[in-house]
């Protein structure tokens, strides 16, 4: 079982941090450009995906595209799709379709509703990797806990649109799975800027799945930019303009 440490920021937030495990960052796209980019650039741990996400990038060949994912990142990372039946025997039938024409180590994307805790439930009585999706608060996921889910997805800026203290709720899914010793971890999503990425970390999130112009986010800051633009100019005024590797010994 993980063992928790708990800190005080601010001397208001209470953080959850897990011991012994690392900190992932997927990708929550279905860009092959953006996939190759940022994993080239970026400790990128795998990429998820579900029907808007896709929507984005029009009709394309779906399985075949998903299989170009998959070459992208190798075996090691985890690729999630999601299934788009709405009834159980369809949820099944698309599950086994990802399975038959990507792979069977994709972890199944299924929504936490009456219907998807049936299948999640199915899904791992078969062995299947499995995703609880669309989770928008603790009920949901203790739900997806019992029911076996490898992974649980709450949504993060959807949680505080819908004016819910997304932070709070993550902490008190992370510090459930501590007390019981669910091996589930959680991968939270919908992030519109890097510091709910940031709070979702701190809360107890394991991993968080990231659309590619977020993540950009995080190195556009204009102080970041400047400090850059500081030293280069500095380094210029001092050696003329050459660089470090042109320098005589």
Excluded at 39 to 64: D, H, M, Q, R
Excluded at 164 to 176: M, R
Aim: net charge negative; with cysteine; charged share 20%.
């Amino acid at each position: 079982m993980n063992e928790r440490l708990t800190c005080s920021a601010a001397g208001e937030l209470l953080c959850l941090f897990w011991k012994g495990q690392n900190m992932k960052y997927l990708l929550d796209t279905a860009n092959l450009d953006d996939i190759r980019e940022l994993s080239e650039y970026l400790p990128i741990a795998g990429v998820t995906s579900n029907p808007t996400i896709v929507k984005k990038e029009g009709a394309i060949p779906f399985f075949a595209h998903m299989r170009e994912i998959r070459s992208i990142i190798g075996n090691l990372r985890p690729l999630h799709i999601q299934v788009t039946a709405r009834d159980y025997d369809g949820m099944m039938r698309d599950a086994e379709a990802v399975f038959q024409h990507v792979d069977e180590k994709v972890y199944i994307k299924v929504s936490v509703d009456f219907t998807g805790v049936k299948v999640i439930k199915a899904l791992k009585r078969q062995g299947a990797n499995v995703t609880a999706t669309a989770v928008y608060g603790m009920d949901q996921a203790f739900m997806a806990l019992e029911a076996g889910a490898d992974c649980i997805a709450p949504y993060f800026n959807r949680m505080e649109t819908l004016g819910l203290d997304a932070a709070n709720v993550i902490g008190n899914i992370a510090g459930i799975i501590n007390h019981y010793g669910y091996e589930t971890e959680i991968l939270a999503a919908s992030f519109k800027q890097p510091a709910q990425i940031d709070r979702a970390i701190l809360a107890g999130a394991h991993s968080v799945t990231v659309a590619p112009d977020v993540l950009r986010q995080i190195f556009a800051k204009k102080v970041v930019t400047d400090a850059v633009a500081a030293f280069a100019d500095d380094w210029a005024r001092l050696y003329g303009g050459k660089m470090l590797a042109e320098l005589e010994n």
